[in-house]
C-alpha cells in the first residue's frame, strides 16, 4: 500500500513562503508522477501542479506560475512544493498525490495524501 504524508502548512502573512513536503512509503516512488492539489474554503479541489518520474516535466496551474515550484528528490521518496509570494487567496488544504502518468486530472491520480493546511493572513 502506497502511503502519502503532507507537512509543512502552517499560518504565514501575505508574501511570505512555505515548502510543503510530500513523504511517499513506495519502493517504486521513483516510477510514479506526482501532483499537487489544493482545496480552498467553500470551493472545489483545484490542480496547482505536477511533475514527471524523473523531475524533467512539470506543469503549473495559471494562477500559481511563476510564484510555485514543484519538485521531487527520489532518494528521499519525497516531493516537494515551494510557494512564494503567498496571497490570501492560496489559503487552502494543499494535497499530494502519485499516479501513473503527469497529468492535471484529479482523477488519474491513484494515492492520495491526508492534506497540510496553508492560511495566509493579509
Known amino acids: 500500500q502506497v502511503q502519502l504524508v503532507e507537512s509543512g502548512g502552517g499560518l504565514v502573512q501575505a508574501g511570505g513562503s512555505l515548502r510543503l513536503s510530500c513523504a511517499v512509503s513506495?519502493?517504486?516512488?521513483?516510477?510514479?508522477?506526482m501532483g499537487w492539489f489544493r482545496r480552498a474554503p467553500g470551493k472545489e479541489r483545484e490542480f496547482v501542479a505536477s511533475?514527471?518520474?524523473?523531475?524533467?516535466?512539470?506543469y503549473y496551474a495559471h494562477s500559481v506560475k511563476g510564484r510555485f515550484t514543484i519538485s521531487r528528490d527520489n532518494a528521499k521518496n519525497t516531493a516537494y512544493l515551494q510557494i512564494n509570494s503567498l496571497k490570501p487567496e492560496d489559503t487552502a488544504i494543499y494535497y499530494c498525490a502519485a499516479g501513473v502518468a503527469i497529468t492535471n486530472k484529479a482523477g488519474e491520480y491513484d494515492y492520495w495524501g491526508q492534506g497540510t493546511q496553508v492560511t495566509v493572513s493579509s
Open positions: 513506495a519502493r517504486t516512488f521513483s516510477s510514479y508522477s
Open positions: 511533475i514527471n518520474w524523473t523531475g524533467s516535466i512539470t
